[in-house]
Every structure is written in structure tokens, then in C-alpha cells.
């Protein structure tokens, strides 16, 4: 086989894995989302999906990765001729998300530069819901307002930097570039937590999140959505873990042959979690501080959705008893430096994969889909862009994801010898797997996975 980029060295490979999945999915999507779907009860399927769905997948992603050597289209073309589309669909799908993904990068840039003066001031809903910034208000509307130069220029550096780390290839650029950058992710999240924690109120915003509610997750409970729940603890697993988007499999085709796989493995997938844990333990603190400013219940305060990070948070900062300034620029600079390193594997996605069909060399196929990304994000800075977001997240989150995870799960799983894929990992791996791994990924998964396909077209349609 050709001569493939690698990795420098194995904790360069897990440190830019873990860059990947940890993202703004940890920080900004986890926190509403467990909030959103009963806050306890949540993390009950949630584990359930990361060691029955999570974990699994990715063992098998780093293993096909690992030994097809390949972008995902090549590396599933090499399982079997009939597999190729399954690797552009997924490359297609990761396009999809950095189109929107770089312009809340690019929003928390601006958010923290914001932060030095506290822009938004004392009337923060108007600078949100007004014109003036987000134009939250139009997110249900079609209006083809003008672009919004604010966010023009942060959009600008974001792609930027992008086409910068990934046209240096995979040593010089992405591992280089995780070895500095995660370490500090860590200690930016660690500070803005021993903050949070210790505001008056945060216990009441920690009760919430922690309080499991087994009665809210079972078709015989108190809860008529229940279905919802665990569609969304699976959509955050593959959305967190960046699995079936094509990412692992190509992060991990730079591997050396003879490197571990199942290890790595789990060591992603429980740093990611950890990570989630700890951005929703500073999350929830900082919404009981602000129950407790507003003397409400935290139930009644927090908002969902984009409005967690880009309007509550503006918000909790400027109450923030000290130091307002500081904190704000901390968390929104974490917000950045997550979600570059994620950004960075799906540009990584496509790059390799258009590389390794059409034989061009990684400077101009990087300048060619940064060039194409950055034009198609700029519909999301339009007065009408935060419609599309709407439309194309929950596309992704519905339907995207769920049907990309079952489909590689059957492919992979029924029409190629599976037992081969963890024979090999086994091989290379301290730490061996069982049956119940194939188990998982031709039973257990597709099963849950057709379910939540069937549940998303019927509420979709009825
Ligand atoms: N895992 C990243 C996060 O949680 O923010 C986001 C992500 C990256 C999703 C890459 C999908 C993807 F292909």
C-alpha cells in the first residue's frame, strides 16, 4: 500500500482523537441536552448508549481505520467494493456540520472579545433578540437580511486557521496542534469549574442534573416522551464521540500497524464523557447561581438550546459576583479552543478523502474545501442563517446520524467477517475483546438504532 502520513507517536493520536470528540458538543450541547431531557434521568441512557453503541463503535472504527489505512470511502472500498458510498455519505455528513459548526466558532469568538467590556451590558435579551446581534427572534423566520459583517471576520480567521493547521499535514499540524491545545482545554475548564461550584445556589443547579428519575425513561412512567430521551442520549453519543461521521476511521488510518486500538479506545470515549461531566457540573452550578440571583427554581431558568451558551451564560457572567470580565473571556475562549480541534477532524475528513480519490496533494485539496466551506457557512450569518441551523441540526441530529450508525453497523457488521476486525485488534491491543463486542454491533445497537429511526420519522410525519 501507499505511503501514508502517521502519527509521531500514540498519545499525539489519542490526544487528537479526544480533540475530536470533545467539542462544543461537550460543553454547550451536553449540558441542554441532559437539562432538556429530564437532567438525572438522562445520563441512564446515556451511559447505556456509550458502553452498548459508544464504545463498540469505536473499537471498530479505529480497527477498520487502522488496517485498511485508508480515508473513510477507501477504507470502506477496501472492506468491500460495494461500501464506498457509505464512506462519502459519512464524509457528506461531516461537511454538513462544518458548514455551522465553524460559525459558532466564530461566534464565540466574538463572545469573547465581548466579554473585555461586557458588550451586552445590563439589557442582554435586546442585544440577543434584537438586530444588533444573534438576531435570536428570527430563528423561526425566513428573512434574507444582509450578512452580518460582526461575525464576518471571526468567520474569516476560523477558516483561516483551518486551512493553516490541516495544509501541514498530520505531525506538524493536527498532532502538533493537539498537544498544546488540549492540555489547555483542560485547565481553562478546570478553573471556570472551582468557579462555578462555588457560587451561592450552584448545589440547587448540581441537585437538578444529578437527581435520577428512572420514572421519566420508561414507557410505563410519568413521562409520554420517554422515546425522546433516549434518542437524544444516542444522538449525543455519536455527536460527542464524532463516530460514523467518518472521523475515527481516518484519524486512526494514520496509525502505525502495530499500534493498540481497543485501549485507545476507551481511553477516548471516558475522557470525552469525563469532559462532559465537568462542563455540566460548571454549567448547572452557574444556573443554580442564576435560580438563585433571580429567585427562581432552576427548572424555570435555564434556556435550552443555542440560547444555553450565547444567552444565559452572557448573562450569569454579568452577575457574577467578581471578576466578570475574566470569567467571561475564559469561557468562551474554552468554547473556541473545543471547538477548533473538532473542527479540525472534519476538515481532515474531507480532505483525506477527496486526496485519496482524486490523487491531488493535500495543499490544494485543503485550499479547495476550505474555500467551499467558508462560502457555504456564510448563509448562517445571514439574517436568515439561524432558520437553516435549525433545519439542518435537527436533519443531522434526527435522521443523519441514527441512519449513518445503522447503516455502517449492518454493513460491517453482517456482510463482512466482523470476528476478523477484532481478531486483529486483539492482536495489537494490551487489552482484548470479547463476543460480546460483536454482539453489540450486530444485535444490540442496530435494534436501538431502528427503533429511534422508525420514533423520528413518526414524530417527524404525524
Ligand atoms: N464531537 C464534536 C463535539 O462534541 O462537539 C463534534 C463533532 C465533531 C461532531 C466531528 C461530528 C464530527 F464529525
Redesign the pocket.
Known sequence: MENREQWGSRVGFILAAIG???????IW?FPYVAYENGGGAFLIPYFFALLTAGIPILILEFGVGRSKRGSAPLSFSRLSKRFEWLGWFQTFL?FG?ITF?SVIIAWSINYMIFSFNLKWGDEPEAFFYGDQFLNLSDINGFNFGGIQWHIFIPLIIVWAALFLIISRGIKKGIEKLSLIFMPILLILMVIIVLRAIFLPGALEGLNHLFTPNFDYIVPWGSNPEWGQVWIAAYGQIF????IA?A?MITYSSYLPKDKDVNNSAFITAFSNSGFSFLAAIGVFAAIGFMANQAGSDVSEVATAGLGLAFVAFPQIISEFPAFNEFFGVLFFLTLVVA?FT?AI??IE?VVSSIMDKLKVSRAKATAWICLIGFLISLIFITGTGLYFFDILDNFINSFGIVISGFLELILLGWFIKLATIREENNLVSDFKIGYWWDIMIKVVTPIMLLIMIILNFRNEFS
Do not use: K, M, P
Not at 475530536?20 to 461537550?26: E, F, K, P, T, V
Not at 455527536?239 to 464524532?242: A, D, E, G, Q, V
Open positions: 475530536s470528540a470533545i467539542g462544543l458538543g461537550n450541547r461531516s456540520i459548526y455527536f460527542s464521540l464524532s461521521f472521523i471547538g473538532s477532524s472534519i475528513v
